[in-house]
């Protein structure tokens, strides 16, 4: 399973690397150290955790996030397969994106819940490039 680094989930979670790292400071999200003692985030626990964040819990200060060019870099947090097609959502900062392709698209890329990628925009179709 792929881990991320601090910076790397801050960025997932559209916050500063100091907001992270007070967050995993805080224990709402678990972290790991690899063998040069860097913290990593496994990528299921922060797939979660970004849906946490994105729904926002209330009283929390409002986290902004920008788009350009209409992309949207998150962190896969669900993969539904039918024999032919399949739903995968993306939580992208406080974004939730679905976006129903082929099941061997998400084959081919390999798309599996805690996998970070970029959801694309155009009109009503969201298309997903693993990053």
């Given amino acids: 399973m792929q881990s991320y680094t601090i910076g790397q989930a801050a960025r997932l979670l559209g916050v500063s690397p100091d907001t992270a790292r007070r967050w995993a400071d805080a224990g709402r999200v678990a972290t790991h150290r690899d063998e040069t003692g860097r913290r990593l985030i496994d990528g299921r626990a922060l797939a979660a955790f970004s849906i946490e964040v994105g729904q926002g819990a209330p009283g929390e200060e409002e986290t902004p996030y920008t788009s350009a060019r209409n992309a949207f ?29 082929t099941r061997e698209a998400v084959e081919e890329l390999g798309l599996e819940v805690g996998v970070q990628a970029t959801a694309r925009v155009k009109s009503t179709s969201v298309h997903i490039d693993r990053t």
């Fill in 73 to 101: 870099p998150g962190i896969v947090t669900a993969v539904k397969l039918g024999d032919v097609a399949a739903q995968v959502e993306i939580q992208a900062g406080p974004h939730r994106l679905v976006s129903l392709l």
